[in-house]
């Protein structure tokens, strides 16, 4: 009885030395994690979030802190049977993402400011609990999505055609009159965008500013309409490109003045009169490069315009011509006169 005794204690005290002896693990961006896992103390900024690939797989982050840049998950669980015990996730899209994966234990995790907490695609029997989640933009609850999440998609180029202001204009123009014949589209066409679109470009600009939100994951995307002079029956166009966006549903517009002309989409801003800024904005759910931006295309027309109108005629064009007639009619006068002083003489 006293040696099993000291067995059973010699047994205990060698699973406490072996506990305490795991040498913890610095996490990386990218980590694939295999094997039972202790990570070291602390905040760490990751890029890529972790996953875990295997079964029976316990990762224990002992209170650490994984900060995200607004994208992608902080740790991703493709596998059955492990436990997720002790972490910090924050600034990631989705904190912890289970796909896939059953009877896993999600135990001990503090959860916040991600855009969500906790998701599941095709996962049954995990235990969940003891969990805080909070300050997550788009919901703290427990979500099951109905597809998968972050995958890695074939490298596809997408052929974006750019069009011309005025093929923008024409595609307005075929969507708000569907029952005009090409000839009456054209004489529309011509009486509106080719009378006032140069006088406009003249007298409006159109300043453009982006600010990324890595907590949120969104691009903000604000247009400063500025008139030079007084306008009547303004309207701004804006064709969003699809690296924006698909669909004008996965935007946010933040004005209410705003009609969708095509879900391309093609969006105008109309003012009756428009004196002053005036300042438009709307959110894209992603990060938003350069070569993307230069695909935006913006420009308004207007139909009436204020005093400063630069296609009115030249005032002092028209004086110019005036005295070059009073001097013309001055020469022939003097001319006819000399002719009859010496027809006298």
Known sequence: MKKTTSTIFFLF????????????????????????????????????GIS??????????DGASLVGDGLGYGILVKANDGSIENCNL?????????????????????ISKNRFGIVLFGSEGNTIKDNILEENSRSDEIQISPSKLFEEPEEIIIETEVLGEDE?????????????????????????????FNITQKNLELKRIYSFNKTSGETKIVLRIVPRIPLQNLSVYEQIPKCMSDLVEN???????????????????????????????????????DKCKDLLV???????????????????????????????VFLV???MKIKRNQVQN
């Open 251 to 289: 935007i946010i517009f933040e004005s209410d003045n705003y009609e969708v002309i095509e879900e391309d989409p093609l969006i105008v801003w109309t003012f009756e009169a428009l004196s002053s800024e005036k300042i438009v904005s709307y959110e894209i759910f992603k990060e938003i490069d």
């Open 168 to 196: 923008i204009y024409k595609n307005v123009l075929r969507v708000k009159n569907i029952d005009l014949s090409d000839e009456e589209l054209a004489f529309e066409f011509e009486n509106t965008f080719s009378k006032f």
């Open 13 to 48: 005290f060698l699973s406490l030395f072996s506990v305490s002896s795991q040498e913890c693990v610095v996490p990386e961006q990218g980590m694939e994690i295999s094997e039972n896992t202790l990570f070291c103390s602390g905040n760490f900024n990751l890029g890529e």
């Open 90 to 110: 924050t600034n990631f899209e989705v904190g912890i993402y289970l796909e896939e994966s059953s009877n896993n234990e999600i135990l001990d995790n503090h």
């Open 333 to 335: 006068l003097a001319f």
């Open 298 to 328: 913006s420009f308004g027309i207007a139909t009436q315009f204020g005093e400063e109108i630069t296609e009115e005629p030249d005032n002092s064009n028209l004086f110019l011509l005036f005295l070059l007639s009073l001097m013309v």
């Open 52 to 61: 875990i690939i295997s079964d029976n797989v316990v990762l224990d982050c």
